[in-house]
């Protein structure tokens, strides 16, 4: 697997879908929206986060903060530059490149490799952007027995498709339905 990953264009409208639960609101709406639904479950909780902005709003929080273990950006939004300011709280800071619109190869196999230290971990995407690497980091992190996984990402809203989808945050809950519905994505993009 040596040329990036991409989603077909006659595709890209049946991949907006969220792979979870869409908390709809803005910024100042959803985090206490998910606090409450992060305090109603049962075990303990591990956060991993796609995204300048749902990485900057977690971390401002302490009850989410904590929880923390993998944060994926691009010091974008919007595709305007914005600056990390929070790289202080993670134990370790990796540099990548990942192409606008598309999965590098490597990105799995790092992933993989982050997963496994259990290390707080910043991956920074230095040229290109992180929004498709939700779809690896599902794929690699393991289910756990002991604690449940979250993994969110900033939804912007979609309004070219039917339905059109709101602004939010979607918090998707790594179990196996999730990972095989990942990894047909993925099969489905290296056969482009």
């Known amino acids: 697997m040596s040329d990036n990953l ?3 264009s006659d595709q890209r409208q ?33 956060i991993y986060l796609v995204g300048d902005i749902v990485t900057k709003d977690f971390l401002n929080n302490q009850f989410l903060k904590e929880k923390v273990q993998i944060s ?7 595709r305007e530059s914005i600056k990390a300011d929070f790289e202080d709280f993670f134990d370790e800071i990796i540099e990548f490149e990942n192409p606008e619109g598309t999965i590098n190869p490597d990105s799995i196999d790092l992933l993989k490799k982050i ?11 230095t040229r290109g952007e992180e929004d498709l690497l939700v779809l690896p980091l599902t794929l690699v992190l393991p289910l756990s027995k002991t604690s449940k996984r979250f993994i969110f990402y900033g939804q912007p809203p979609i309004t070219d498709r039917k339905p059109s989808l709101p602004e939010g945050i979607v918090m998707v809950e790594l179990n196996r339905h999730v990972k095989k519905l990942v990894a047909r ?8």
């Open 14 to 46: 049946k991949y907006s879908q969220p792979l979870g639960d869409l908390i709809s609101g803005s910024r100042v709406e959803t985090i206490p929206k998910v606090i409450e639904i992060l305090k109603n479950v049962d075990s303990e909780i591990q």
């Open 115 to 125: 997963a496994e230290t259990e290390k707080r971990t910043l991956l920074k995407i």
């Open 72 to 78: 994926i950006i691009d010091e974008k939004t919007k």
């Open 185 to 192: 994505i993925i099969t489905l993009m290296q056969n482009k």
């Open 6 to 8: 991409k989603i077909k």
